[in-house]
Structure formats: C-alpha cells, structure tokens
C-alpha cells in the first residue's frame, strides 16, 4: 500500500505520524519533515485499509505510528504545520527524533539554532574579507603549517625530475598493510617504486598548472587500491593524504611510467593524483586567468550535485563544501540544452582528451545551498556550517567522498575565503589566537574555554573540534570522528566514523577525558 512506500522513502528524513481526521470514518496518515514541519504527503483510508497498513509496519514503525485524534481540517500537503496540529501530535513531534546520540547529547543539541543562543555565538563579522586574505598570507609565510604558496611558483621555473623521482621512489616503505583483507606483498611496494623512477624524467623539467576537474583524493604513494592497517577495514585507506575539490588549483611534476597519478601540490598538502582526474593549462599564464575569478560562487552546504545531463563532464558532479567556481553573470543563452533561468551560471573545469585544460558552461539552479561569493565571517555561521554536515560519514583523509576531523574544521572554514593548513599539528601553527592548553589542569581549561568564541578550533592529539559552548557545565563540540570509548562500556573502543555532537567528557582510549586531552585552542582570526 502506499504508506509502506512513503515510511520506506522517508523514515530517514522524516516522522510518520497517522492523524484521525473527524469526518465520517476517514483516517489520514500524514507524513511530514521534522525540521520544518511542512507536510509531504497525506493519503486518506478507511478503518480496515489503516488496520492491514499497521499490521504491515515493523514493530519499530508501528511504535511511531500512533494514532492522534484530529478535530480541525486537515491541511493541503506542502504548508507548514500550524500551533493546532503541532498540540495534536505533540509527543510525536517532541519523542520523534530517533537518531542515536553520544551520552549527555539532546535533540534540542543537534539544532545549529540551539547554539546560536549562547552567549559566545555571535552574528558580529569578526574579520572582513581583506583581512582573511592577509591571514591566509600570514598562513603561507609561517613555515610550520606546511602550506604550499602554488602562486609563487615560477612560470619559467625548472625542477630535477630524475632527482625528485628517485627520491619519490626512495620514500615507498613497506607497511604493515592490508589489501583485501589479506598483508600487502613486498611485491606491491616494490611495484610502485618501479612505476615511479622508470617515469619520463629529466634533469630540468618546468613546473605545470592545472586544476582539479573532479572530488578527488591526493595519495602519499601512487596505487589504485585501498590499503588499510586492518585487516577487517575495508573503509580507511591509511594511505590518503586529503580530499581534493573541484576547481581546486594545483602545481603539477610528473606523472607515473603508465601516466595513471601525477604528484601535485595543493594548497594544503603533496602527494599522488589521479591523472585523470587533473586538467593542465597550456602555461602559467591561462591558470592564473581563471585562479581569482572577480564573481564566483561558494557551495556552502555540505555537497551540491549538478543535475543529470548528457554531458558526462556535468552529468550529477559532486562539489563539496567550500567549492569556488567561477561565476556568470551575462549568459542569456543555452547551456546544455537549457535557458538558464533561475539558475547560477558556473565555469566548469574542464579536461580535453590530451589532458589540457578548458572551462565549459554549467548550471546550478537557484534552490542548492551556495552563495555568491564568500560567507561572512562570524561564530554564529561558522556553527550554521559545521550542523550542515551533522551525521555525515568519516572518510580518513578525504576518502569515500568524505571528511576527516582536520577537513571538516577546513571545509567549514573555506566557506568565509580561508585557506587553513591540512592536519591538526599545522593548524596548531597557524598565525592566530592560539592558546597552549598541554600543561592546563582541567579547572584551568574549562576556565579558557569559558572564554572562547563557538567555531574556536580545538585540538588533542591525532583530533580536532570544533567548539559549540557549554550547557549545564558540560563543554560540547560538533566534530567528524572517527574512534572513541563507549560510554556504557569504559575501555571498548568504538567507531562512530561521523560528524557528531558530543561533550569533553568523552573518553579516549587511555582512559583519561577529551577535555583532560586538550592541547590547543586555535580562534581563527
């Protein structure tokens, strides 16, 4: 029947709830989304239709379906739900959160509009667009957050490539790895190396520049599987260095013996792309002319698909938090076969069938979650931006399309124009408001976090969060984590592998408390 489908559809995204509608024997089962209350759908059946559907439901859904007797006219599906509705089915809409939750965490908690409240989140701009430009300046010049300045690289400048790709090569050590489940063969390693130092070197090679044309993932060694460090893992490659956005600039060396990986520099981090996942521009010339668009648009929720097209370069791309992509502004003709009305005009990168770089028209309609240029900078967006990703999988250094703990802080933060360094320990290095928590008591920690602004970078070792406030004397932040103690079983290690909500009072392995952990505070500004 149809209420199977609608609970099979949306249970994830929203809360069934029948409601007996006072007009003969008529019954409707209403489905609508938690966060906005608007309605859904809405099917009418009669009492022996409603009793085969509840005895079809699971004994879990069956729970939710409880019946709530409705005296006022039900309303046309897509309008919000008014006070009397809301009174009807209060302690649906009240006890329907069903998502589990770290100890101590509400409902009320995993709402961005929760923390807005608190007195350290703020809609008070803390740096102007200039200013961010000048720190991310400050960021390059400051040699321990291990930024590559990419602009800085010479249009004429040579490299020793058959230097580089020895030592490349040199730098592949055997690791206890796994591939399928089963310990990585010397062969493996020895496999790569040879990929690596048998590639078309010479002794002065010029740097290329390119841009990514997909989400894709900078490896510290050039292979195609996924290598874990266990053996019943098959979702943490240990061997991935960061996630690589679209449009995302990159200075390029060589490539591989079988051209698959190129070793490129991002912005954050070197390692091994995927070659076909780079396009070169013709010089450095035509890379700088599309580095710093003049309008552009930011992908400020947590991914932005375009939407299907024939154009298998447009066709459903994935673009993640904190994409640039150059914007248009006159287009008044067809893009891939549409107007484009009430949509964005974007420049797409591009890659021609010889790998060289060219830029192609696309469309993002005016309903996606982007913004015309950077957001202001202020707590209370920084937090607006960490919730839109509540939930989310954990991916070790931007694997399965996702994020570790350091590029969630750094996605979030690309949505206002910064440019933070890649890992916790370069983060911590950063030119800004930074205090050393390491030989703190605990007192005197909580003393400092009384003090921080929400969106304040906290860090332990080998993690980061992000700080949210305090409520009823415990400190909570909002983080992508991968490990943690359980709570009902102190010294069981459990993997959440999310971006959650949770207070300082999470145990770590050694048994002492995140907040006990804290090394860092780091205020972005």
Known sequence: MKLKAIVAALTAAAVISPAAYAAEDAVYICAYYNDSGALIDAKQFNESELKNVLDSLAPDDAAKAKLFQWNDNLQPVGEMIV?????????????????VKALNVTSEMCAASFWHNKENCSDEIVMTADEIAAFNRKILDTSATCTNDLESVGANEMYNGVSL??????????????????PVPESYYETIRENIRNADVTTAMPYKFGFAVN???????????????????PEWDELVNTGVAVNEPLVLLFATEDGKFTLARSQCCTGWVPTEDIAVCADKAEWEKYLNPDKFLVVTGEKVYLEPSADADLNEKMLTMGTVLPLVTDETGTVSYRLPWNNYVVKMPARNEDGSFYQKDALIPANRDVNVGYLPYSTANVV?????????????????????????????????????????????????????????????????????????ILIFPGHEMLYLGKDNGLYYTINDVSSLVSPEQPGVIIKPRSVIVNDLSTLRANGSTWLANLSHAVVVK
């Open 215 to 233: 989400r894709t993932v900078m490896k510290a060694y050039p292979y195609e599987d996924y290598l874990s460090d266990d053996p019943t893992d």
């Open 83 to 99: 006070s009397d509705y809301t009174r009807g089915a209060g302690d649906v809409l009240n006890n329907m959160d069903s998502t």
């Open 384 to 456: 607006t931006q960490a919730f839109k990703s509540l939930g989310n999988r954990y991916g070790w250094g931007g694997m399965m399309n996702s994020q570790d703990c350091s590029s969630f802080a750094r996605e979030v933060y690309r949505c206002f124009g910064f440019e933070l360094p890649r890992n916790t320990t370069w983060q911590s290095a950063m030119p800004a408001e930074v205090t050393v928590m390491s030989s703190m008591t605990d007192g005197e920690k909580k003393a400092v976090l009384d003090t921080l602004p929400a969106g304040t």
């Open 165 to 182: 790709a020895q030592s490349c090569a040199d730098e592949i050590v055997s690791r206890n790895l796994y591939l399928n489940g089963e």
